[in-house]
């Protein structure tokens, strides 16, 4: 894709996801916008060794929006970047396809890696306000970052990370069992968490035959 078939794609995506957007001209006017075409453009001279004249257009955009991209930043079709101030996306950072980042998160590194430090997110993954996704791991397709989390640890596909650190609460739309201790879902604990819903069900039902049974007698 060239670097206007791209921007194209944005205003689409920015069509299609953001509810207050009504027209392609309002859309026109989006920092979100601004900034990852701005970004488009750095990074094709990041690819091509300028790197300078890179930054020189990524902290322009900066100046402008408030929007912080690395041009050395990996980034997929149709990214949405929803109001934007504050939004820092780091120079090893991948972002996959029909991503939304809303302002003031950060795809940022922990400050203990070396090379690749930055996050990789899958397609589709939604990214909210204020949150921070802190190193070098993957977060999965169609994942959700809670506004305000604080990430450290990989986020599987089709999930909800919440909280600081952040844990997952939610995948493939079922709620992860609270006895979770780890962030990722553990399959002995859950399986154990099974058995104790079980258990209280089998408690409940014995009672109320005890019950019935009492008054029988
Ligand atoms: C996390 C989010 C994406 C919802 O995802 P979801 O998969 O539908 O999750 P749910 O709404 O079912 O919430 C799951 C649990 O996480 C909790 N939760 C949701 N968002 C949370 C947050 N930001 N911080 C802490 N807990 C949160 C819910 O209360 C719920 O807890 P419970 O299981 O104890 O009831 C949404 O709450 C969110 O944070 N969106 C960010 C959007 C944003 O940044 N908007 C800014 C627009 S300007
Ligand atoms: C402020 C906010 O919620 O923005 C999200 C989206 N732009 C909307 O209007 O719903």
Redesign the pocket.
Known sequence: MTILENIKHDIQTIKDRDPAATSTLEILTYSGLHAVAFYRVSHWFYVHKHKVIARCISQFARMLTGIEIHPGAKIGKGLLI??GSGVVIGETAEIGDYCLL??GCTLGGTGKDHGKRHPTLGNNV?V???AKVLGPFTVGDNA?I????VVLEPVPANS?A??VPARI??QNGK?TCDLDQVHIPDPVAQELCQTRIQIAKLEKRVAELEKIGKKEQ
């Not at 809670?146 to 989390?149: G, L, P, Q, Y």
């Open positions: 929803d109001h809303y302002q939604m909210g306000c204020g959700k809670a506004a305000n989390a909800t919440v909280g609460v939610k709620r």
